[in-house]
């Protein structure tokens, strides 16, 4: 479909800005928050992350399915994002994995999307304004109508959108990382170690790496009690990413309070390192146009990593409990990256170590996680009187 026969369609901002271009994906009207994202590559994880539900995300690189899409590189069941708005969008894409065009993806999925006008002018607003509100439409092209759909849309600041991306169904997970695409080799523990991941919105390459590393996964829905964590009798349990207003999910808050007082290892993502930090008693804050890219540096002293990171919200450092330490810093605007415990196995990060799509840089996260949960394994047999099992950590 190219852009003599697409249909024309409007995109507007809440601060009145409004472009016209053409159709890229399924016709209709997407209202949501409009965020951008900087990556140049990984555009299919991208759309199919659950954190990004309820957003509308503009892409800064100019090229848009280049490589089109493939049932490999999904990241949940479904697209995820509320519209799409590129500069050009390819419609022949050039790759061997390629299976389906990324405009024919879109329309399957009926997701809204626009090409043909200028990201550069839309970014350089929500830099300058923060991340607002907009629209996508190619039913209303009158701009004063379309921005009064626009007005009418909540904002992300309390928004609980945990309930439209979580699990409904307890489900396992045991698919480590495709061989073809697999790095840093591990030695995986002799005994399967049991994760229980509350799926706030996780993301399936999570998944993947945890299986890598040796882990049988049991995946359960966010509204599931701390009890019923427990009674799996898991080595360790996992917070997942999710979308939203982390403040808002007040009842995954309460299970991790309680989920704390367990002395079991945790380790948080995104969402669920914004969690760990409320449920200790700290505060979040939202963004002005939040962290959404694959070059983030992160780090504290002379160590430094290069991270993938979605979200519009962050811990406020000065609200953080005394006990827990910060471990990173995001380079670009001081705000905080990374916690550990002082005294618990319990650590989050506030970037992607699953590195879908992005850079590999903090994959070590999860052998972390896992020397914790072998650790907190060993603990439990010599305090039952058994001989302890063999040492199989993953090495580097």
Not at 232 to 258: C, M, Q
Not at 290 to 319: E, K, Y
Not at 361 to 367: G, I, N, P, R, S
Not at 370 to 393: F, W
């Amino acid at each position: 479909m190219g852009l003599q026969k697409a249909a024309p369609a409007l995109v507007v901002l809440a601060d009145g800005t409004a472009l016209r271009g053409y159709q890229y994906g399924a016709k209709g009207t997407a209202v949501g928050e409009v965020v951008f994202n900087t990556g140049m590559t990984g555009y299919q994880e991208v759309l199919t992350d659950p954190s990004y539900c309820g957003q509308i995300v503009l892409f800064t690189y100019p090229e848009l399915g280049n490589t089109g899409v493939n049932a490999e590189d999904v990241e949940s069941e479904r697209v995820q994002v509320q519209g799409v708005i590129v500069r050009h969008g390819c419609e022949t894409p050039s790759s061997w994995r390629a299976q389906e065009s990324l405009a024919a993806y879109l329309e399957r999925w009926r997701v809204v999307g626009i090409t043909g006008v200028d990201t550069r002018l839309l970014t350089r607003r929500l830099r300058e304004q923060g991340a607002m509100n907009g629209a996508i439409s190619t039913e209303i092209l009158d701009p004063q109508e379309l921005w009064e759909r626009v007005a009418q849309a909540p904002p992300m600041t309390g928004l609980n959108l945990v309930p439209q991306v979580s699990t409904s169904q307890v489900y396992e997970w045991t698919t480590p990382t495709a061989a073809a695409w697999e790095f840093a080799p591990v030695s995986p523990p002799a005994e399967p170690l049991l994760v229980v991941a509350i799926d706030f919105g996780i993301k399936r390459n999570i998944l993947r790496r945890l299986a890598s590393y040796g882990c049988r996964v049991v995946v359960v829905p966010a509204t599931t009690p701390a009890a019923t964590i427990l009674a799996y009798d898991p080595d360790g349990i996992f917070l997942s990413n999710g979308p939203g207003d982390p403040a808002a999910v007040t009842e995954g808050i309460a299970t991790v309070r309680a989920l704390i007082a367990s002395g079991r290892p945790l380790f948080g993502i995104c969402l669920g390192h914004q969690i760990l930090g409320l449920a200790m008693g700290g505060q979040t804050f939202k963004l002005k146009f939040g962290h959404h890219g694959l070059n983030h540096p992160v780090g504290v002293g002379h160590q430094v990593a290069i991270s993938s990171q979605n979200h519009g919200f962050a811990l406020d450092q000065n609200t953080l409990a005394p006990e827990l330490q910060l471990t990173a810093w995001n380079l670009n605007d001081h705000t905080v990256a990374g916690l550990r415990h002082r005294d618990l196995p319990i650590f989050s990060v506030q970037y992607h170590p699953e590195a879908s799509p992005g850079p590999h840089d903090a994959d070590d996260c999860f052998a972390r996680f896992v020397e914790q949960m072998q650790a907190y394994r060993q603990r439990r047999r010599q305090a039952a009187g058994l001989a302890p099992t063999a040492d199989n950590r993953p090495q580097g």
